[in-house]
T-cell receptor, first 113, second 114 residues
Framework: NAGVTQTPKFRVLKTGQSMTLLCAQD?????MYWYRQDPGMGLRLIHY???????AKGEVPDGYNVSRLKKQNFLLGLESAAPSQTSVYFC????????????FGEGSRLTVL | DAKTTQPTSMDCAEGRAANLPCNHS???????VYWYRQIHSQGPQYIIH???NNETNEMASLIITEDRKSSTLILPHATLRDTAVYYC???????????????FGKGTKLTVNP
């Protein structure tokens, strides 16, 4: 039982390049989330999903796209990376009956030059 | 979900109890108090939660005031590994629904000193 796994853990991009972050959970959770965290800041919600095939916008969705084709995977895409997207990205999940306990991945550190 | 207020930073000596306060004066009757922590560069980790009774687990104790407007997370014997940012969150639980409105603010930066 690996919990929530994020790949890659580190990536450096040039402005304008595209990439996809993968979040995989093996707990059969319905809900999945992508957050970003900038230095000295709390977590900000980018997009989330309430189940397979569904996605919704969070607080800071611009510049990102997401997909949830399989229940266990939640992908975060950057179509044209910008320096403002340099951040640490965290994925989280929880089950349908919401006990309030979120399970987080270890984070993906993205640098856009 | 109700808003919370926490001190920006705190210090604690290794081996002593760390008491982290949280104010949540607008908490509703069906909202729980949750505590998470984030050790440097890692994902946040759930610690404990409670509704109105005091709670204890292997990591910490949670003391909630009778009026539920504030709470204290207690790490009974702080170690250097407890140095982290601690987040206090209030939210409804035990229902269907997501956590998209969950707010992880800036939390309290706890530094445990040798």
């Amino acid at each position: 039982n690996a919990g929530v796994t994020q790949t890659p853990k580190f990536r450096v991009l040039k402005t304008g390049q595209s990439m996809t972050l993968l979040c995989a959970q093996d707990m059969n959770h319905e809900y999945m989330y992508w957050y970003r965290q900038d230095p000295g800041m709390g977590l900000r919600l980018i997009h989330y999903s309430v189940g397979e095939g569904t996605t919704a916008k969070g607080e800071v969705p611009d510049g990102y796209n997401v997909s949830r084709l399989k229940k266990q995977n939640f992908l975060l895409g950057l179509e044209s990376a910008a320096p403002s997207q340099t951040s640490v990205y965290f994925c989280a999940s929880h089950r349908a009956v919401n006990t309030g306990e979120l399970f987080f991945g270890e984070g993906s550190r993205l640098t856009v030059l | 979900d109700a808003k919370t207020t926490q001190p920006t930073s705190m210090d604690c000596a290794e081996g002593r109890a760390a008491n982290l306060p949280c104010n949540h004066s607008t908490i509703s009757g069906n909202e729980y108090v949750y505590w998470y922590r984030q050790i440097h560069s890692q994902g946040p980790q759930y610690i404990i939660h409670g509704l109105k009774n005091n709670e204890t687990n292997e990591m910490a104790s949670l003391i909630i005031t009778e009026d539920r407007k504030s709470s204290t997370l207690i790490l009974p014997h702080a170690t250097l590994r407890d140095t982290a940012v601690y987040y206090c969150i209030v939210r409804v639980a035990g229902t269907q629904g997501g956590s998209e409105k969950l707010v992880f603010g800036k939390g309290t930066k706890l530094t445990v000193n040798p």
